[in-house]
């Protein structure tokens, strides 16, 4: 069974997260490691990171830590999502890292994705974006992707999945990237994990963008997007200075063929059935954070990029 090991979460205490996703917690005493099973019990048990978590507070099986467990269930929310990131990260540091965002159509993970992977240093990759530019481009994937998104459902899995692979081993020099618009489901979050390891990368974090459906719809509705960049702007709360121009590099804004209302509806709809599972999957592999993602863009911004530097400014 290979594990990370090595998260300290207070003097003395391990965590160890397999790869098969049972968590278990050890306790280092002076003359080495022993393992602290009162505490862990549970949690090799459920074998799952969320629970574990739920462990802390349950109070279940035992007093083993004494002080340190009262210590434990203090620590605010993120912290252990934060804790298993950065071991993901302290295990695979040859590799590049992967910061997926998920959120609904809508939600601002373009934004967001480009500023965070500023930030970063990273690069930011879309799927979407690469759809429509293959669509433009009339390539044999662009035209297998066409129809579907028109109709505002999802692209099947054997075209995205090697879109993204392409992107990814087409990444070059950068030393990590933002990843906006997959995994859109379970069987791509899995794939997703199955294809980084052999393009030298690692899925270290997941940022999930809250925001109400009747949020979503109201931002896709006045959506005007730049041809040339891929940033976002809207016709009432962020419109450009010069209208039908990006104030970010003068190039031509429009509205895109699935931005109009029935296939808006058709989008929220169909990310409202997929998002659900996916998250648990994050959550399940102590990956994901949870953002909130309503009210002034550069707050969101601010509190997406905190979230990730937890993790990735080393
Ligand atoms: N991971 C994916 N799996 C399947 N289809 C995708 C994926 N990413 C993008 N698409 C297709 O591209 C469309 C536009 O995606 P995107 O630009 O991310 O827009 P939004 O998230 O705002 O709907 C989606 O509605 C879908 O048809
Ligand atoms: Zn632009």
Not at 267 to 288: H, K, M, S
Not at 293 to 309: F, N, S, W
Request: glycine share 10%; aromatic share 8%; net charge positive.
């Amino acid at each position: 069974m290979s594990s990370i090991r090595g998260v300290f979460f207070c003097p003395g205490v391990v965590l160890e997260w397999s790869r098969e996703q049972s968590v278990r917690c050890e306790r280092r005493s002076r003359n080495g490691l022993s393992a602290c099973w009162p505490l862990c019990s549970e949690a090799v048990v459920c074998g799952g990171a969320p629970r574990a978590w739920a462990f802390w507070f349950s109070s279940r099986g035992g007093e083993p830590c004494g002080s340190r467990r009262l210590w434990l269930n203090l620590l605010p929310f993120p912290f252990l999502p934060i804790l298993m990131s950065q071991a993901i990260l302290q295990q695979h540091s040859s590799e590049k890292p992967v910061v997926v965002l998920l959120g609904g159509p809508g939600s601002g993970k373009g934004t967001h994705g480009q500023a965070l992977a500023k930030s970063l240093g990273y690069r930011h990759l879309s799927t979407g974006t690469h759809f429509r530019d293959h669509i433009l481009r009339e390539t044999s994937l662009g035209r297998q992707a066409k129809e579907f998104i028109k109709a505002g459902q999802l692209v099947p899995d054997e075209v995205t999945n090697k879109l993204v692979q392409t992107m990814l081993g087409d990444g070059g020099s950068a030393s990590g990237f933002v990843l906006d618009g997959y995994p859109r489901s379970v069987d791509q979050a899995e794939a997703l994990d199955v294809m980084v390891p052999l393009l030298e990368c690692v899925v270290t974090q997941s940022l999930y963008l809250v925001v109400s459906e009747e949020e979503m719809v109201r931002r896709l509705s006045g959506r005007l997007t730049c041809r040339a960049c891929g940033q976002s702007f809207h016709e009432t709360s962020r419109p450009p200075v010069l209208e039908g121009v990006c104030d970010a590099c003068g190039g031509e804004l429009f509205r895109r063929a699935d931005d109009e209302p029935a296939t808006i509806r058709q989008r929220v709809a169909v990310f409202q059935q997929v998002i659900r599972p996916l998250l648990e999957f994050y959550r399940g592999t102590g990956r994901l954070l949870e953002v909130a993602a309503e009210g002034p863009v550069e707050e969101v911004t601010a509190r997406v990029i905190k979230a990730a530097a937890m993790v990735h400014n080393r």
